[in-house]
């Protein structure tokens, strides 16, 4: 078989008792954690006219409120990400929709959740050193759209899975990065592909065929969008090694490359506070961000568009100073803080223009020696990969990743997300105040493994939803269809 045609015949075959008990419950935190965005999504006035152009996320035709699930789940950075991609603005959003029209239980819906995740999950990965990373692979949402709502539906025909997935790898999405940035192009950034993958479903169940080689193929998928193609991700341990494992859950707005940083700021917001009152921008001379190459790199692609209270959404919640003056400022960071009138507060533009980021070459090396969002792919291409990290990051990155070479991992039940920070305040005074975090709260590590339930309870809440509610997510797997239906419609509320 082809690796898509592997993939296909264990996505339609995988059943509930397949799933380890640990990845169910990480996947019933994905589903509450994915409803926490669409909601904050949805109250959002942009978002409003997003609902008002293609009508309520749950509709008489699932298909359509799949892509409107998928749109408002993604353009605050509130969506969940995994080695490797952005995943639950489709993996979760179109199960969402196929669940309630056609009246699924929970364990049924847990299931199609996680057969999305792995499938879009392994895809990603074996392109991710390219090109197109994070929300920009929407590739990711080609086949988390596919394999979410097949698997919904009941098709356990896996050529029929193979002829989706080709059509709609067929001709993959791109994102211009300026439409990304600065325009509300970046809410249809995870709907224009979901809804291509419905019309794959419809196009494979009425008997359109897709390449079933597509993907390894010289004039294929990989060879068109990875620099160093990585086949073997798509089906190396399945069953065995679950990217599910390597989620990471979106605490607050933002692009994750500045999670760590906001984190210091909130505990450092509380020591400033008790040492010197309220922080007064007048009184810093500086604040230094110490961090990685990730967010180095994400923030260059925004600061040409930052450019005051106007800049645009887009490449706002992927500019590291303005989130990190406003959580020294205020303790912490909502989805209000990206809208007027925060965002023409003085005191926040003043302390912003106080920011510097600079690279710490030992938290580079973490975040290649930590699974997501590429270590695991560095070492998974292993010298091959040297041309690509030259082209993200210039010699120095490939020093710094073989500094950290070891064999890939066999499973991810110990999967880290180390994307660290250091952030340091220094007053006129003299006096400086420093934290440090290497695994931000709620990324993939030991703590969220041991909490990521209570984290995703209390990111739900914070963002309007209902405490009862939130606390039934954990019994997702035990409802049926009429207790999912109630659920899913309160989540929603």
């Given at each position: 078989m082809t690796p898509l045609e592997e993939l296909s015949a264990w996505a339609a075959g995988l059943t509930y008792d397949d799933i380890p008990e640990r990845v169910r419950a990480l996947a019933a935190s994905q589903i509450l954690s994915q409803a926490a965005s669409i909601r904050a999504g949805a109250l959002h006035p942009l978002g409003a006219r997003l609902v008002a152009a293609f009508g309520e996320p749950f509709q008489t035709d699932a298909r359509q409120g799949a892509c409107v699930l998928a749109g408002l789940g993604s353009w605050l950075n509130l969506d969940d990400t995994a080695y490797a991609g952005h995943l639950s603005n489709s993996t979760v959003a179109v199960p969402l929709a196929f669940a309630h029209a056609r009246r699924l239980t929970g364990a049924e819906l847990l299931t199609a959740v996680v057969v999305a995740t792995e499938c879009a999950a392994r895809v990603t990965a074996a392109a991710t050193l390219g090109p197109l990373r994070g929300q920009s692979a929407l590739h990711t949402h080609l086949v988390g759209a596919v394999c979410g709502r097949l698997r919904c539906e009941?098709?356990?025909?896996?050529?029929?899975?193979?002829?989706?997935?080709?059509?709609?790898?067929?001709?993959?999405?791109?994102?211009?990065?300026?439409?990304?940035?600065?325009?509300?192009?970046?809410?249809?950034?995870?709907?224009?592909?979901?809804?291509?993958?419905?019309?794959?479903?419809?196009?494979?169940?009425?008997?359109?065929?897709?390449?079933?080689?597509?993907?390894?193929?010289?004039?294929?998928?990989?060879?068109?969008?990875?620099?160093?193609?990585?086949?073997?991700?798509?089906?190396?341990?399945?069953?065995?090694?679950?990217?599910?494992?390597?989620?990471?859950?979106?605490?607050?707005?933002?692009?994750?490359?500045?999670?760590?940083?906001?984190?210091?700021?909130?505990?450092?917001?509380?020591?400033?506070?008790?040492?010197?009152?309220?922080?007064?921008?007048?009184?810093?001379?500086?604040?230094?961000?110490?961090?990685?190459?990730?967010?180095?790199?994400?923030?260059?692609?925004?600061?040409?568009?930052?450019?005051?209270?106007?800049?645009?959404?887009?490449?706002?919640?992927?500019?590291?100073?303005?989130?990190?003056?406003?959580?020294?400022?205020?303790?912490?960071l909502t989805v209000a803080d990206f809208e007027r009138p925060a965002l023409s507060d003085p005191r926040r533009r003043e302390l912003s223009r106080l920011v510097r980021l600079a690279h710490d070459p030992a938290l580079s090396r973490q975040l290649f020696a930590s699974t997501a969002p590429f270590g695991a792919a560095v070492r998974r291409a292993g010298a091959a990969a040297e041309a690509w990290l030259l082209e993200f990051g210039g010699p120095e990155t490939v020093r710094l990743a073989l500094d950290t070479a070891r064999p890939p991992e066999t499973d991810f039940t110990a999967a880290t997300k180390a994307t660290g920070a250091r952030v340091t305040v220094r007053l006129h005074d003299g006096r400086a105040f420093t934290r440090e975090r290497l695994i931000p709260l709620g990324a993939a590590g030991p703590h969220t493994r041991a909490r990521h339930e209570e984290l995703v309870r209390e990111k739900y809440v914070s963002l309007g939803g209902d405490a009862g509610t939130a606390m039934d997510a954990a019994g997702l797997g035990t409802m049926d269809a009429a207790r999912l239906r109630d659920w899913l419609e309160s989540a929603l509320r």
């Open positions: 009941g098709v356990t025909d896996p050529a029929r899975w193979t002829d989706a997935l080709g059509l709609a790898l067929a001709m993959p999405h791109r994102p211009l990065m300026r439409a990304f940035l600065a325009s509300d192009a970046r809410l249809l950034n995870a709907f224009a592909p979901v809804r291509a993958g419905m019309d794959a479903c419809d196009a494979a169940g009425a008997g359109l065929r897709g390449a079933p080689d597509l993907l390894e193929h010289p004039d294929g998928f990989l060879a068109a969008l990875a620099a160093v193609p990585l086949p073997d991700e798509i089906t190396e341990g399945l069953g065995r090694r679950w990217h599910t494992d390597t989620l990471s859950f979106k605490m607050r707005p933002g692009g994750p490359g500045i999670d760590a940083a906001v984190d210091c700021a909130i505990d450092l917001h509380g020591e400033l506070r008790a040492a010197a009152g309220p922080l007064d921008p007048a009184a810093v001379s500086e604040v230094l961000v110490e961090t990685s190459l990730y967010t180095l790199y994400a923030g260059r692609r925004a600061d040409r568009y930052v450019n005051g209270p106007d800049a645009p959404l887009g490449a706002l919640v992927l500019h590291t100073p303005y989130p990190v003056a406003t959580a020294l400022l205020t303790g912490g």
